[in-house]
């Protein structure tokens, strides 16, 4: 929080002296020199703010900061999660009426449409990790999922009945067609 704090700070030190240096700034050729520094300065900062190469040194000296002088775990868990494309970690509220109310992890089939549950919280507050595949998934509950995020989107509105068992085939389906795709372009 410190870190943003500061990077916030000089952000608006930087605008802030280009501005000033702009508004402030005297002697001859004030017109165009003044306009050439304004848009000079900006055009620098910009560069600055966006070159990759500045963000991996930038984002080395925040990572060794924080091993060294904080107890928080600085990983990149995008890049750990292979958060890209359209795979995501998104939450699910499960509703009375849903598709996956009142299955346990096993019977609801999941992993066969590609999504992992990482975790439930439940009403209570009260959060299972990593949960074992007999646990029931209740009204009320919110699933941590990873996977596909259409997939996750259209598991949330599919309602119990035929329709939802039929919409969970073609999801099946879809994953071991996208699965083999995947395999094929790896080339495993």
Known sequence: MV???FGNVGIVTGMSSLLLTFLESQG???GAARYLTLIGG????????SSRWVDQRVCRA???????????????????????????VSELCVRDGDWIAGSSIER????????????????SGS?????PTDTEIRPGDTLVLYGRTPRIAELDRR?????????????????NRIASAERSVAGR
Not at 108 to 123: D, S
């Open 3 to 5: 870190l943003m704090l």
């Open 28 to 30: 001859g050729g004030a």
């Open 42 to 49: 900006v055009a620098v900062q910009w560069a600055i703010g």
């Open 62 to 88: 925040i990572s060794w900061a924080l091993n060294h002088f904080t107890a928080i775990d600085a990983r990149d868990y995008a890049r750990l999660l292979h958060v890209r494309d359209d795979y995501g």
């Open 108 to 123: 609801a089939h999941l992993f066969g449409e590609g999504l992992l549950v990482l975790g439930i919280e439940c009403p």
């Open 127 to 131: 959060f299972t990790g990593a949960p």
């Open 159 to 175: 309602a119990r009945g035929a329709d939802g068992d039929t919409s969970h085939g073609e999801a099946v389906s879809d994953r």
